[in-house]
T-cell receptor, first 113, second 113 residues
Framework: DGGITQSPKYLFRKEGQNVTLSCEQN?????MYWYRQDPGQGLRLIYY???????QKGDIAEGYSVSREKKESFPLTVTSAQKNPTAFYLC????????????FGPGTRLTVL | KNQVEQSPQSLIILEGKNCTLQ??????????LRWYKQDTGRGPVSLTI?????NTKSNGRYTATLDADTKQSSLHITASQLSDSASYIC????????????FGSGTRLLVRP
């Protein structure tokens, strides 16, 4: 998992609650990403950050929010506005934002009860 | 539309046998193509990365090929092992200002003893 940690590994949420997924990297990478993975589908980009204090929406940002206050941290909040949040969430990082190889964390499986 | 399609969706082989996984893409312009291995419940791990000028790249028992003219790639696994059981994901980098990654939905490989 190459220096990227995600916590928790499993997360259960009641409908209407916000939850925050943690992602930390010690690779000194500038760029970080959040993806969502659903069965039978390719990974979809939620948010990305090219550099600290900056982030951009990906393809499916609705119902999610992020912050990038530190280079090594990129937490993702799944809000109650996300209608179908049950999924496997993957955080990744890359040296810079120009198509460099992305290294993935171990993932967090979120289940809404 | 930029897409990455993988086949087969799933594959079962006996330990020690070889297999080939296919990836067709319509992404243009493209920067590079990567193959990732993803164990169940874990994050993807990079196997190979090829630019448009490379035809083949090996990583141990894994050999990836790329035909940029026909927009096809394959991943060949030699002398399969039980530990090769995983999903294999083809990823193409779309070369615009976003350097967006386009993910295939993966091929799920099961190696049986």
């Amino acid at each position: 998992d190459g220096g990227i940690t995600q916590s928790p590994k499993y997360l259960f949420r009641k409908e209407g609650q916000n939850v925050t997924l943690s992602c930390e990297q010690n690779l000194n990478h500038d760029a970080m990403y959040w993806y969502r993975q659903d069965p039978g589908q390719g990974l979809r980009l939620i948010y990305y950050s090219q550099i600290v204090n900056d982030f951009q929406k990906g393809d499916i940002a609705e119902g999610y929010s992020v912050s990038r206050e530190k280079k090594e941290s990129f937490p993702l909040t799944v809000t109650s506005a996300q209608k179908n949040p049950t999924a496997f969430y993957l955080c990744a990082s890359s040296m810079v934002w120009t198509g460099y190889e992305q290294f993935f964390g171990p993932g967090t499986r979120l289940t809404v009860l | 539309k930029n897409q990455v399609e993988q086949s087969p969706q799933s594959l079962i082989i006996l330990e020690g046998k070889n297999c080939t996984l296919q990836c067709n893409y319509t992404v243009s312009p493209f920067s590079n193509l990567r193959w990732y291995k993803q164990d169940t419940g874990r994050g993807p791990v990079s196997l190979t990365i090829m630019t448009f000028s490379e035809n083949t790249k090996s990583n141990g028992r894994y050999t990836a090929t790329l035909d940029a003219d026909t927009k096809q790639s394959s991943l060949h696994i030699t002398a399969s092992q039980l530990s090769d059981s995983a999903s294999y994901i083809c990823v193409v980098t779309y070369m615009d200002s976003s350097y967006k990654l386009i993910f295939g939905s993966g091929t799920r490989l099961l190696v049986r003893p």
